[in-house]
């Protein structure tokens, strides 16, 4: 069975196993190795983290330079890895089936369509164009010949609308279109994260990498999550370090971060 074809069922079988399980987002092959060293049984992709390791701003890489970097992150590890589509890169539903495709070219056995418009001015799809959007990737998903987990993002939270039932009107319309995840980054309380839950019959993902939510892997599986990824928060808390210590020579002169520096010799047992 060719590789891509065993990722993609292993993927599914992730999916369809009781409890959950946590699937964190490397940002390059480095990242991606050591991540999955440390016994993670798939990845995920994060555009911004990837933007920013190239000296970009999100969402402003590109759909032939992000599908480049899932096809190395797919060949530097032997897990599943899904990405972040952002919108499809393109805001008509043939543009997002296409996207799907080439996804699935890469090797990916899986990815993400958002309903957001993404900049200049990134603003909510209309519902009904947004449901379209979903089932076009869904069809093209289903005519590839391996499974290909679609997750269907609703990006209400991330817009500054958290308004919990028109997120959850708009998943059970992505759930309806095809949709084989669904993903509402950003919802943060423990009692809106139930009611989600509750509301869909698809396994739901849920972003653990956002400033005050620090709710444990049992809690969430408590409520029946399936899913958790943190989005670029790997990504940011690594540059977070890097401009502690760069400030640090920079304003004060001395070099005490390097008492927290991973050794040398950890990173290349992982490597190696």
């Known amino acids: 069975m060719p590789a891509t074809s065993e990722k993609g069922h292993a993927f599914r079988k992730l999916h369809e196993r009781p409890g959950l399980f946590v699937m ?20 995920a992709t994060t555009s911004s983290g990837f933007a920013f390791s190239q000296g970009r701003l999100d969402y402003h890489v590109g759909r032939e330079a992000a599908l480049e ?15 972040d ?3 499809g890169f393109g805001d008509d539903p043939e543009t997002a089936a296409e996207t799907i495709r080439l996804a699935a070219e890469t090797g990916l056995a899986g990815g993400s369509i958002e309903d ?5 001015v990134s ?14 990737a869904a069809e093209a998903a289903r005519g590839l010949p391996f499974p290909f987990a679609l997750t269907a993002r609703c990006e209400n939270y991330l817009h500054q609308r958290p308004d919990l039932a028109d997120t ?12 084989d995840v669904l993903y509402a980054p950003a919802i943060k309380s423990p ?5 989600l839950v509750r509301s869909v019959d698809r396994p739901v993902n849920i972003l653990m990498g956002m400033p005050r939510i620090n709710l444990s892997v049992a809690q969430l599986a408590a409520m ?3 899913r958790i990824t943190v989005g670029s928060a790997l990504a940011r808390a690594a540059l977070g370090a890097f401009l502690r210590a760069a400030r640090e020579m920079r304003e004060k002169g001395t070099f005490q971060f390097n008492d927290d520096a991973a050794p040398t010799k950890e990173i290349n047992a992982l490597l190696g």
């Open 24 to 43: 964190p987002n490397p940002w390059d092959v480095g990242t991606a190795r050591m991540l999955e060293r440390l016994g993670f049984e798939a990845l």
């Open 69 to 83: 970097h899932c096809r190395t992150l797919v060949a530097a590890t032997s897990v599943p890895v899904s990405a």
């Open 85 to 87: 589509l952002e919108n």
């Open 116 to 120: 957001s418009t993404g900049p200049p």
């Open 123 to 136: 603003s909510i799809y209309d519902h009904s164009l947004a449901a379209e959007r979903i089932r076009a």
């Open 168 to 179: 959850i009107r708009r998943l059970q319309a992505y759930q309806e279109a095809g949709a």
């Open 191 to 195: 009692e809106e994260i139930s009611t």
């Open 224 to 226: 029946g999550v399936k």
